[in-house]
């Protein structure tokens, strides 16, 4: 017999979900995707990875792990392989030395690094300063572990570098840690080794777990301003948790390999978290992630010579057509200002790509010291650069 | 000089304005030291990599594997330089392993390149032996991949 059931009060997803997710604001760069992706012949340079398609024997060493049939978990903390590589790479690239054991973790892309060390590190109200402008993923990831963000603007008079004064102004008995992402999204700005020095003083006054995403660390183009971690630091290893990948440095950003390197407490607590929630990184970008350190290094430095000639085309370009932009030393970003036009970031990048189909993204995306510029990624084509950069000078023609 | 030549290398249209741009250097060196390279016989030729098999009458091409006899003196060379004469020869290379010299030639039709092989390659005093291969179908020259794909489409914007 069909029970009957009286009154059947309706659903409502909207109480059903998490009051953290709901009052957590959707993605300014996810509202500009949507407008983008509707146009025909736009030019994007809203894109945050490489053209370039991942390496053919990179690919190749991943179907060969498929034809031989390696489709099973891995260890939680990575293959064993992986994580010697890693860190005998570490231990070359930056000299500095991590057991493969119990201080390395590879992750399921950088972004997943950055989720677990904030849930690994954070009670909740614990408060971690995060310079701005930054990658959009931080403050929520922060949120998210039960944290609090504190921002700290940076500023173009000074680079965007994070300054000493800055930082010393966000403490509270609360902040436990401090975000550094250099080379940076979306400004381009690199921290060397001089430059994190002048902040050394203010981590280890306020006893800071620094945790630094170093994903563009490869992509630093300028040999007297090179990209240093805080971990090369005399004495800093322990206190910083670096995150790292090879999505940027080898144009393999859909295979979703990321790892972190540092202290055994934080690894071992990490390792943790990502044992119940993702088990392991998959098998197979594992294997290509072992190539492609192994046998890769000629086709990044190609790669990242690449980017470096059209970063002086593009730049020179910019400030040519009148967008004034500082020089970016890393990544593949430039980070111009739309201050001498009057407009707001969001109504720059929403008229040009309107009026000349060319797609920026706002730097107010990534924090309020981002209003007044632009991100433009540089990791497209030479011919469509020169053609958005011919669209952008006509833009500013017409206002 | 070597980043000049590898742009050049990768497109021999871009302008001195144009590498300039790239090099972060002014556009007046850039084109003075394309100038030496050109006269110092670096740069030897501008040329255009063409995909001959969408056109309606394609050239045939073919690889020449030829054993030559070793002369005093010259060595290969007197023999390389006669064959590269022809204007049907493409190149002429001299190879380690089972044969002496790669020569590639390019006619009409097999035929045509047939009958030069017989008529003008094989009675070269010193060549012994020759053996032709004809080009069946390329897949890749000078580094450029010839058989058409779609290219993989990217997010148009991603953080």
Same mark, same amino acid.
């Given at each position: 017999?069909?029970?009957?059931?009286?009154?059947?009060?309706?659903?409502?997803?909207?109480?059903?979900?998490?009051?953290?997710?709901?009052?957590?604001?959707?993605?300014?760069?996810?509202?500009?995707?949507?407008?983008?992706?509707?146009?025909?012949?736009?030019?994007?340079?809203?894109?945050?990875?490489?053209?370039?398609?991942?390496?053919?024997?990179?690919?190749?060493?991943?179907?060969?792990?498929?034809?031989?049939?390696?489709?099973?978990?891995?260890?939680?903390?990575?293959?064993?392989?992986?994580?010697?590589?890693?860190?005998?790479?570490?231990?070359?690239?930056?000299?500095?030395?991590?057991?493969?054991?119990?201080?390395?973790?590879?992750?399921?892309?950088?972004?997943?690094?950055?989720?677990?060390?904030?849930?690994?590190?954070?009670?909740?109200?614990?408060?971690?300063?995060?310079?701005?402008?930054?990658?959009?993923?931080?403050?929520?990831?922060?949120?998210?572990?039960?944290?609090?963000?504190?921002?700290?603007?940076?500023?173009?008079?000074?680079?965007?570098?994070?300054?000493?004064?800055?930082?010393?102004?966000?403490?509270?008995?609360?902040?436990?840690?401090?975000?550094?992402?250099?080379?940076?999204?979306?400004?381009?700005?690199?921290?060397?080794?001089?430059?994190?020095?002048?902040?050394?003083?203010?981590?280890?006054?306020?006893?800071?777990?620094?945790?630094?995403?170093?994903?563009?660390?490869?992509?630093?183009?300028?040999?007297?301003?090179?990209?240093?971690?805080?971990?090369?630091?005399?004495?800093?290893?322990?206190?910083?948790?670096?995150?790292?990948?090879?999505?940027?440095?080898?144009?393999?950003?859909?295979?979703?390999?990321?790892?972190?390197?540092?202290?055994?407490?934080?690894?071992?607590?990490?390792?943790?978290?990502?044992?119940?929630?993702?088990?392991?990184?998959?098998?197979?970008?594992?294997?290509?992630?072992?190539?492609?350190?192994?046998?890769?290094?000629?086709?990044?430095?190609?790669?990242?010579?690449?980017?470096?000639?059209?970063?002086?085309?593009?730049?020179?370009?910019?400030?040519?057509?009148?967008?004034?932009?500082?020089?970016?030393?890393?990544?593949?970003?430039?980070?111009?200002?739309?201050?001498?036009?009057?407009?707001?970031?969001?109504?720059?990048?929403?008229?040009?790509?309107?009026?000349?189909?060319?797609?920026?993204?706002?730097?107010?995306?990534?924090?309020?010291?981002?209003?007044?510029?632009?991100?433009?990624?540089?990791?497209?084509?030479?011919?469509?650069?020169?053609?958005?950069?011919?669209?952008?000078?006509?833009?500013?023609?017409?206002? | 000089?070597?980043?000049?030549?590898?742009?050049?290398?990768?497109?021999?249209?871009?302008?001195?304005?144009?590498?300039?741009?790239?090099?972060?250097?002014?556009?007046?060196?850039?084109?003075?030291?394309?100038?030496?390279?050109?006269?110092?016989?670096?740069?030897?030729?501008?040329?255009?990599?063409?995909?001959?098999?969408?056109?309606?009458?394609?050239?045939?091409?073919?690889?020449?594997?030829?054993?030559?006899?070793?002369?005093? +003196?010259?060595?290969?060379?007197? $023999? #390389? *330089?006669? @064959? =590269?004469?022809?204007?049907? &020869?493409? %190149?002429?290379?001299?190879?380690?392993?089972?044969?002496?010299?790669?020569?590639?030639?390019?006619?009409?039709?097999? +035929?045509?390149?047939?009958?030069? $092989? #017989? *008529?003008? @390659? =094989?009675?070269?005093?010193? &060549?012994? %032996?020759?053996?032709?291969?004809?080009?069946?179908?390329?897949?890749?020259?000078?580094?450029?991949?010839?058989?058409?794909?779609?290219?993989?489409?990217?997010?148009?914007?991603?953080?």
């Amino acid at each position: 017999m069909k029970m009957q059931l009286k009154n059947i009060p309706a659903w409502s997803s909207e109480s059903h979900l998490s009051r953290i997710v709901k009052d957590m604001p959707p993605s300014g760069i996810r509202k500009f995707f949507d407008l983008v992706s509707e146009m025909e012949g736009a030019i994007s340079l809203g894109v945050g990875e490489p053209d370039f398609v991942t390496p053919w024997h990179v690919r190749e060493a991943c179907i060969y792990s498929l034809e031989s049939g390696s489709t099973s978990y891995t260890s939680n903390k990575g293959m064993p392989e992986l994580r010697e590589c890693i860190s005998e790479h570490t231990r070359k690239d930056m000299g500095l030395e991590y057991n493969p054991g119990d201080e390395v973790l590879i992750t399921t892309g950088v972004s997943e690094a950055v989720d677990l060390a904030f849930r690994a590190t954070l009670n909740p109200g614990d408060e971690v300063v995060v310079p701005e402008p930054c990658y959009v993923a931080y403050v929520p990831d922060i949120i998210l572990a039960g944290g609090v963000p504190v921002s700290v603007p940076t500023r173009l008079s000074e680079e965007f570098k994070v300054r000493s004064e800055d930082i010393a102004a966000a403490i509270t008995d609360k902040t436990k840690a401090i975000m550094l992402s250099y080379p940076n999204n979306p400004t381009g700005a690199v921290m060397t080794r001089a430059d994190l020095e002048e902040i050394a003083d203010v981590v280890v006054e306020n006893d800071l777990l620094v945790v630094s995403d170093e994903v563009y660390g490869k992509l630093s183009y300028i040999d007297s301003g090179r990209h240093a971690s805080f971990a090369q630091l005399d004495g800093m290893q322990g206190r910083t948790l670096i995150l790292n990948g090879l999505s940027k440095s080898h144009a393999m950003t859909g295979w979703r390999i990321g790892y972190a390197l540092g202290d055994p407490a934080i690894i071992g607590a990490m390792t943790k978290v990502h044992q119940y929630t993702m088990l392991c990184a998959p098998v197979m970008a594992q294997f290509a992630a072992l190539e492609a350190l192994q046998r890769g290094e000629d086709e990044m430095l190609h790669m990242r010579h690449e980017y470096d000639l059209r970063r002086r085309m593009f730049v020179s370009g910019l400030n040519r057509i009148g967008l004034e932009c500082f020089e970016p030393r890393g990544a593949f970003y430039a980070f111009p200002s739309v201050e001498s036009t009057g407009l707001s970031s969001e109504e720059f990048a929403g008229r040009l790509l309107k009026d000349q189909k060319v797609a920026v993204v706002p730097g107010n995306v990534f924090g309020p010291s981002g209003e007044g510029f632009l991100r433009c990624s540089y990791a497209t084509s030479r011919e469509e650069l020169i053609e958005a950069l011919d669209r952008m000078e006509k833009f500013l023609a017409s206002l | 000089m070597k980043e000049i030549l590898e742009i050049l290398s990768e497109n021999a249209r871009a302008t001195p304005a144009e590498i300039a741009a790239l090099m972060g250097r002014p556009e007046e060196d850039v084109a003075r030291e394309i100038k030496e390279l050109e006269d110092s016989g670096v740069i030897r030729k501008y040329v255009t990599l063409i995909d001959w098999e969408k056109l309606e009458e394609p050239y045939v091409f073919a690889v020449l594997e030829l054993k030559v006899a070793l002369q005093r +003196k010259t060595g290969y060379d007197a $023999v #390389a *330089e006669r @064959i =590269a004469r022809f204007s049907e &020869v493409e %190149s002429v290379r001299l190879i380690s392993g089972d044969h002496d010299l790669s020569v590639t030639v390019r006619g009409k039709s097999m +035929k045509d390149v047939a009958y030069f $092989v #017989a *008529e003008k @390659i =094989a009675p070269l005093e010193g &060549v012994q %032996s020759t053996c032709t291969h004809f080009i069946l179908k390329s897949y890749k020259e000078h580094g450029v991949i010839l058989m058409d794909r779609p290219k993989p489409k990217r997010l148009v914007v991603t953080p």
